[in-house]
């Protein structure tokens, strides 16, 4: 171990705790349990040679190379500054390396008894300097508004996320957990993570030894307190006391490495997909469930961008070519697919919701988005000292995110599940991660969702077919080409169980583009952000989908009402049957 790692337990702050991520096997980190055991006079002892880590020591030449260099120095002695005027021969080993640090750097004036040189005290106010740039910028593992750890005062988190590891990562689960992984095909580290896991509850062990000693040490200092007739009181409170300090120093030595680990191990549980669903584990590819043929066309391919403007029906704005107005017919007929989809679910028990629109980071995240990637989520420019990467505002509109916003942190009776909701809102989908033209691709697009919360997994795999059923229904009621798709456990978000698409033919793209779909999510985002079935108290399992993208289905429409050079808005079924 280099010194920096063996000196994190007895006396660093808990920034310099972020090279503990370094520590990579059992043995490491049972050599520093074992050192916690130590007394301080004994630790002093140890023999520390130290070495260049071969992770950070790019980071650390980088800034400057006065620190790898001194990484290098066979030093023993104790990094905190107070400790440095007992150590004259540490001072003379020190100085005599050959260090390259800024001698301009400013002198704090020392508080002590004595005074350490001006180079020693340079190179401690560069170290730390190094040492927390290092943190920001090359931490392993990025923050998250689900968990913060305690350690941190900055920042507390809304949700207070409690994940049983304890199940998660057993024996009995890990090969489910790794065939999950392979299925996604997602790069995750389970190996490193159970041994993390392990190591923490290592520290843990040691914590909660202290903590008992600590408690039983006030309990029988209490007794004495009382004790007026025992004749040797002062000198088992002496003993006491003693000993009092010597826990209380030990598990103060011993909190930077807890908190580490756990922040470690949760933020990397965190990412950590929900289970499958049996039918998404085995197809490698998407699987064609039902197909529709729709009603008669004869659509040559034209685009819709193209007979949209030769008919004034699409003005593009200035904004870019995937911002547009709808005229004449095309707007009303915009209203009128959303009366029609929207009127279907009511009818089908769905209450209609109105939802939010803008979320915060905690909302992203509880349903596993990532809110730093720009093809997932819009972020809201802050002015910059208000800023806080686990704490801004996205837009995202209706959506998932719409109906977990209203049920963070809720409790729900039971008896009131399932609960069945619909809303009609304009959605924003990133401008990098809409490849169609036209409409097609558009960024903003009133859709028709779906939501359902309920208390079990059967019920919600019951809750899922049943919202297919309805997407299903309003698509052929448009009377365009379509087809159900099974998506495959590679194409699947992280929050998502199972997922069925709904695609309309898109004749100029020749290829079909997703109009709806519909998802199981488990208990992945309830777990996250504590909703709860009462009086039970277990998490909402939930279905989320949508059943009517208007932008895709107009340009489709569009596309399969021109014919040979004429254009005649194709009559729908859902909108003509009963005239």
């Avoid at 041994?195 to 000693?213: G, I, N, R």
């Avoid at 011993?254 to 997909?273: C, D």
């Avoid at 197809?283 to 034209?302: C, L, N, Q, R, W």
């Avoid at 409790?411 to 619909?422: H, I, S, W, Y």
Wanted: aromatic share 8%.
């Amino acid at each position: 171990m280099t010194l920096l790692k063996l000196k994190t337990l007895s006396s660093l702050s808990y920034q310099q705790a972020v090279h503990l991520h370094h520590l990579k096997t059992a043995q490491s980190w049972n050599a520093q349990a074992c050192f916690l055991s130590l007394s301080l006079s004994q630790r002093q002892q140890v023999s520390v040679k130290p070495s260049v880590c071969t992770q950070c020591a790019s980071v650390h030449t980088a800034s400057s190379t006065s620190w790898q260099r001194l990484t290098k120095c066979n030093l023993n002695f104790a990094w905190s500054v107070s400790q440095f005027a007992d150590k004259q021969q540490s001072w003379q080993s020190l100085t005599n390396c050959n260090l390259n640090f800024d001698r301009s750097l400013p002198i704090v004036p020392f508080k002590g008894s004595r005074s350490p040189p001006p180079l020693l005290y340079q190179i401690h106010t560069a170290r730390e300097t190094h040492l927390k740039s290092a943190q920001r910028a090359y931490s392993t593992v990025q923050p998250s508004s689900l968990f913060v750890s305690g350690a941190d005062d900055s920042y507390q988190s809304p949700v207070q996320v409690k994940l049983d590891l304890e199940t998660l990562l057993s024996a009995q689960n890990v090969d489910k957990l790794r065939r999950n992984l392979n299925a996604r095909g997602l790069d995750f580290d389970l190996d490193q993570l159970i041994a993390d896991y392990k190591l923490w509850q290592e520290v843990d062990e040691l914590k909660t030894k202290l903590e008992t000693q600590r408690s039983s040490i006030s309990k029988a200092m209490a007794v004495l307190v009382k004790d007026k007739k025992s004749e040797n009181v002062p000198t088992r409170k002496e003993e006491l006391t003693k000993r009092g300090k010597a826990v209380k120093e030990q598990l103060r030595e011993t909190m930077p490495l807890w908190y580490s680990a756990e922040e470690k191990v949760t933020l990397q549980s965190l990412k950590l997909p929900t289970d499958l669903h049996p039918l998404a584990v085995s197809p490698e590819a998407d699987t064609e469930v039902d197909i529709y043929k729709g009603a008669a066309s004869s659509a040559d391919g034209t685009s819709h961008i193209q007979i949209a403007e030769e008919q004034g029906l699409l003005k593009f704005s200035n904004v870019g070519p995937r911002a547009a107005y709808l005229l004449g017919e095309l707007a009303e007929l915009e209203q009128s697919l959303l009366h029609y989809a929207a009127t279907v679910v009511r009818e089908r028990g769905f209450s209609p919701f109105a939802g939010s629109e803008i979320f915060r980071t905690v909302v992203v995240e509880g349903c596993g988005m990532d809110q730093r990637n720009a093809e997932e989520i819009f972020t809201l420019h802050q002015r910059e000292e208000d800023h806080q990467d686990i704490n801004a505002y996205h837009l995202k509109g209706n959506s998932l995110l719409s109906y977990t916003a209203f049920f963070a942190k809720t409790q729900v009776k039971a008896e009131r599940l399932p609960m069945k909701f619909c809303s009609i809102g304009r959605h924003y989908g990133s401008p990098t991660a809409q490849d169609f033209p036209g409409l097609y691709g558009a960024v903003q697009s009133n859709r028709v969702t779906m939501f359902a919360a309920c208390a079990c997994g059967d019920t919600a795999t019951e809750l899922h077919d049943e919202m297919v059923g309805v997407a299903w229904d309003i698509v052929q009621g448009l009377g365009l080409p379509a087809r159900k798709l099974l998506v495959s456990a590679k194409r699947l978000e992280q929050s998502e169980s199972l997922r069925t698409d709904i695609e309309v033919w898109a004749p100029s793209l020749q290829q079909y583009v997703q109009m709806g779909h519909v998802s199981l999510h488990n208990d992945y985002p309830s777990s996250r952000l504590l909703s709860r079935a009462q009086p039970q108290g277990t998490p909402l399992h939930m279905v989320c989908g949508v059943v009517l993208d208007v932008a895709r289905v107009l340009a489709s429409i569009l596309e399969h009402s021109g014919t040979q050079g004429q254009f005649e808005l194709m009559k729908l079924p859902c909108l003509h049957s009963k005239s």
